[in-house]
């Protein structure tokens, strides 16, 4: 099965070769400071697009632990570690 949004539960089944595949993960931290260069720019009398969006990071049993990194801005906690190296 592939979902979205990465969590601890769904990283450890992910990590343990459970029923999750894949999933694609939101990036709330990197839409954020995405939003303040905009605003910004929109400050500074800058064009900005009516829209802006992110793309979603594809997540994998493979890079579990690096996508924690990049979607939480820290390392995976302690149970999803266990399930990597289980």
């Known amino acids: 099965m592939a979902s979205e949004d990465l969590g601890k539960n769904v990283a450890i089944a992910m990590a343990q070769g459970q029923y999750v595949c894949g999933l694609g993960a939101q990036r709330p931290y990197d ?7 905009a605003a910004v720019k929109a400050l500074f009398g800058q064009t900005i697009p009516a829209f802006i969006a992110l793309s979603p990071l594809a997540v994998t049993r493979d890079n579990v632990a690096d996508a924690w990194r990049s979607v939480y801005h820290t390392d995976p906690p302690e149970e999803v570690r266990q399930a990597l190296e289980g």
């Open 31 to 37: 839409a954020g400071i995405t939003e303040a260069n």
